[in-house]
């Protein structure tokens, strides 16, 4: 049976599940939050150590405005409002990405990071305008800079996931099967599972489903 400390998600589809039940994007990415709440709760049940969320991507900056300011005024909520309990639970918040938000998010990031870094728990890493490509040509820039060796054990080290094992499980919801510029370097042996719900119908018995497979499934990388 296979161990499992790291699980990855790519949350997709709030705004279809919004427009479908609710005429309205941003009540699906509203929606979406209770399910992370679910599957954060599930995973400490499940002594998951790590639980790494695609919450806004580099690319995403290419939808509406008014949609971007309503997902950060989610986030910044969600945090003002569950950061104590979050730190009480022994959660460690970390964020992956580059944060160029507004100086109250990026406050209430810059908090929750310093706040929680002693927990162990659980660590959530918050993908917050990440994007893979970008970290992989810092990563290199880096390397460059300080005049090192590039091998795969450097490279590592200059990604934003230093320290951080890679992902066992990739789950994506929405039915949709791409990565979408995800930890393209970090999943290279990630087992991945492509869900046909969307991400605010996904529930605790779909996510137990998802693991029990993964345990029994044959990992060889790259033996027989």
Do not use: C
């Amino acid at each position: 049976m296979n161990p499992l400390n790291h699980v990855a998600i790519i949350m997709d589809g709030n705004g279809r599940w919004g427009l479908k039940y609710r005429n309205s994007r941003n009540e699906g990415h509203k929606e979406g939050l209770k399910t992370v709440e679910i599957i954060i709760k599930s995973s400490i049940k499940n002594k998951i150590k790590f639980l790494t969320l695609y919450a806004f991507s580099t690319e995403n900056w290419k939808r509406p405005k008014k949609e971007i300011n309503y997902l950060f005024k989610l986030l910044e909520n969600f945090l003002s409002r569950k950061l104590d309990d979050i730190h009480k639970q022994n959660i460690r918040i970390k964020v992956l990405g580059y944060k160029k938000f507004s100086k109250k998010l990026n406050f209430l990031l810059n908090f929750a990071e310093k706040k929680t870094i002693k927990n162990s728990k659980l660590q959530i890493n918050l993908a917050l305008n990440y994007g893979s490509k970008s970290e992989l040509i810092n990563a290199f820039k880096k390397i460059k800079r300080n005049k090192i060796k590039i091998n795969e054990k450097n490279l590592e080290k200059n990604l934003q996931t230093n320290n951080i094992p890679d992902p066992d499980i990739l789950i994506r919801t929405g039915n949709t099967k791409r990565l979408s510029n995800f930890l393209l370097w970090q999943l290279a042996y990630s087992e991945i599972f492509f869900e046909k719900k969307l991400w605010p119908a996904f529930t605790e018995k779909d996510y137990i489903k998802i693991i029990k497979e993964y345990k029994n499934v044959k990992r060889n990388f790259g033996r027989i």
